[in-house]
């Protein structure tokens, strides 16, 4: 048997799929909770610096959005990890075993989701706050007009047509976040990366040839390759198919 016929054997072991599947499964935990709490946080902050500029309080505010906008997003996701890992305090639900993992996996994984968040969030407020820039002021008088008061405009006239607006900037964003987790592997055994990593440092147990052989680089990085790029191409389908089904859907007729 060849060395690379040995490095594909790697992948047949059902040990190896089960527990590079789990590290598949945590990338999209870790991803989607960094992705709709970054929605969520963004959106407060991107209407925060856009909006509040008027009396002490809200001058205050602005200011707090900018601080954290300009320096979340313009340092090292890298950098916030090892802070989360060192300094951020883990709530008692997350001290204890859960969805297959220790104690201390637990934790990691709680800090890692704190970290991806206060990064991403500062970067999809910039996003979203390009798209509330596009919308015209009419927007706001339209909405007075039909009764709406400040909140009721925000929720559902400004902020539905600036999500529209920065759909494919978003997609972007949400496809560099589940591209980013692979940074975890610096610091816990836990996502795909890491545990691609763990498999590769003990493949001379999984090959059959007592050896690691640069074909089981090869292999094992260009399968996590393979499956990053399936779930990030999928994604992107799957918005993109959304998106033509709205461009379809007939618009109402104006009145005369």
């Given at each position: 048997?060849?060395?690379?016929?040995?490095?594909?054997?790697?992948?047949?072991?059902?040990?190896?799929?089960?527990?590079?599947?789990?590290?598949?499964?945590?990338?999209?935990?870790?991803?989607?909770?960094?992705?709709?709490?970054?929605?969520?946080?963004?959106?407060?902050?991107?209407?925060?610096?856009?909006?509040?500029?008027?009396?002490?309080?809200?001058?205050?505010?602005?200011?707090?959005?900018?601080?954290?906008?300009?320096?979340?997003?313009?340092?090292?996701?890298?950098?916030?990890i090892f802070i989360c890992l060192v300094f951020c305090p883990?709530?008692?639900?997350?001290?204890?075993?859960?969805?297959?993992?220790?104690?201390?996996?637990?934790?990691?994984?709680?800090?890692?989701?704190?970290?991806?968040?206060?990064?991403?969030?500062?970067?999809?407020?910039?996003?979203?706050?390009?798209?509330?820039?596009?919308?015209?002021?009419?927007?706001?008088?339209?909405?007075?007009?039909?009764?709406?008061?400040?909140?009721?405009?925000?929720?559902?006239?400004?902020?539905?047509?600036?999500?529209?607006?920065?759909?494919?900037?978003?997609?972007?964003?949400?496809?560099?976040?589940?591209?980013?987790?692979?940074?975890?592997?610096?610091?816990?055994?836990?996502?795909?990366?890491?545990?691609?990593?763990?498999?590769?440092?003990?493949?001379?147990?999984?090959?059959?040839?007592?050896?690691?052989?640069?074909?089981?680089?090869?292999?094992?990085?260009?399968?996590?390759?393979?499956?990053?790029?399936?779930?990030?191409?999928?994604?992107?389908?799957?918005?993109?198919?959304?998106?033509?089904?709205?461009?379809?859907q007939p618009r109402p007729v104006k009145a005369d």
């Open positions: 048997m060849s060395n690379v016929e040995a490095s594909f054997s790697i992948l047949q072991n059902p040990n190896v799929l089960l527990y590079i599947g789990k590290g598949i499964l945590f990338t999209l935990i870790i991803s989607v909770i960094a992705v709709l709490s970054g929605i969520l946080i963004g959106s407060v902050l991107a209407l925060v610096r856009n909006y509040c500029t008027k009396g002490l309080a809200g001058k205050l505010f602005h200011a707090l959005a900018v601080i954290y906008i300009e320096v979340f997003r313009n340092t090292p996701l890298l950098l916030w883990v709530p008692r639900s997350f001290s204890h075993k859960m969805f297959g993992l220790t104690s201390v996996e637990t934790k990691l994984l709680f800090k890692a989701a704190v970290a991806l968040i206060l990064f991403t969030s500062s970067v999809i407020a910039e996003i979203i706050r390009g798209g509330l820039n596009g919308i015209a002021k009419g927007q706001f008088e339209a909405a007075h007009a039909q009764g709406f008061n400040i909140v009721q405009t925000f929720v559902y006239v400004i902020l539905p047509q600036a999500y529209r607006s920065v759909m494919p900037t978003l997609l972007s964003q949400v496809t560099s976040t589940i591209k980013d987790s692979s940074y975890l592997a610096n610091v816990a055994v836990i996502e795909l990366m890491a545990r691609v990593k763990q498999v590769l440092s003990s493949a001379n147990q999984y090959n059959g040839t007592g050896n690691i052989h640069v074909s089981d680089v090869f292999v094992l990085f260009g399968f996590a390759a393979l499956i990053y790029f399936i779930i990030n191409y999928t994604l992107s389908c799957v918005v993109r198919g959304m998106q033509k089904r709205q461009k379809r």
